[in-house]
């Protein structure tokens, strides 16, 4: 694909998603450039891998439930932070892998990072509906829902199929089924670390003002918070890039490894 037209369509799709709400304007201007990258590195199977997974992600993000009061993760669109999060490994290692001129293995890299993405989004929509309550994905104790590290078993079946929509479309297009399959356990095994990099070394905090954990430096009612565990830089946003940059790496291995 040339760039010109990558640079179209990324533009009309990052437009779209903003003038539909889904995107903050930040969100949208990084968008364009993931777009921008995926489609010019994987061509047509990594965006329709990109495509998916929004769309997917975007309509199942509406059937989250509120978390309970007191913890505080970013709600409504998503802002240039959470998109870049979610695809700049995909649209970086494709990018690398189509200019040394390994035109398949960015397909796999884009689809492996992406499957990553949407395994996380539809754990967490689907499991905040479910009736069971959290628990820790370390010391298996019931959490909070929305604490990160909590895990649940209806979330974790929905990973599968959060993983399973990229890579159902990249393979699809690029007539791979080998990428079909491997999307579905590089993105179940993605969301696993994504939860145990914030049971473990992710920021934790505790806002003084209302007594209560936070994910976040300042607490959304103003105060800043203190911190009681992890990383202090190691945000929620920095926890889904290390996912999703594992999942490109396991793409690279899988085309190694089932394709090549």
Do not use: Y
Not at 126 to 144: E, K, N, Q, W, Y
């Amino acid at each position: 694909m040339t760039l010109l037209a990558a640079a179209a369509l990324a533009g009309v799709a990052a437009t779209a998603a903003w003038r539909t709400g889904a995107l903050t304007p930040g969100g949208g201007g990084v968008a364009f450039v993931v777009g921008l990258l995926v489609a010019a590195g994987g061509g047509l199977p990594a965006i329709a891998a990109l495509l998916a997974f929004f769309i997917s992600s975007t309509v199942v993000s509406r059937l989250e439930r509120g978390t309970p009061a007191g913890l505080d993760p970013k709600l409504g669109a998503r802002d240039g932070w959470q998109v870049a999060a979610n695809g700049a490994p995909a649209a970086l290692g494709a990018a690398l892998a189509a200019a040394a001129g390994l035109d398949a293995v960015a397909i796999w890299i884009a689809t492996g990072s992406l499957a990553v993405a949407g395994a996380d989004t539809w754990a967490t929509a689907v499991g905040s509906r479910s009736g069971a309550p959290a628990r820790h994905v370390v010391t298996m104790l019931p959490v909070p829902r929305g604490t990160s590290g909590g895990v649940t078993r209806t979330g974790s079946v929905a990973a599968l199929a959060g993983a399973a929509i990229p890579g159902m479309a990249a393979g699809l297009v690029a007539r791979d089924t080998a990428l079909c399959a491997a999307a579905v356990i590089i993105g179940w095994t993605g969301m696993l670390a994504d939860s145990l990099l914030g049971a473990t070394v992710q920021g934790r905090f505790h806002c003084p003002r209302c007594s209560v954990p936070s994910e976040w430096r300042r607490h959304r009612c103003g105060a800043a918070t203190t911190r009681v565990g992890g990383l202090g830089w190691l945000t929620n946003d920095g926890v889904n890039a290390a996912a999703t940059a594992l999942g490109a790496l396991l793409g690279a291995v899988g085309w190694g490894w089932l394709a090549r």
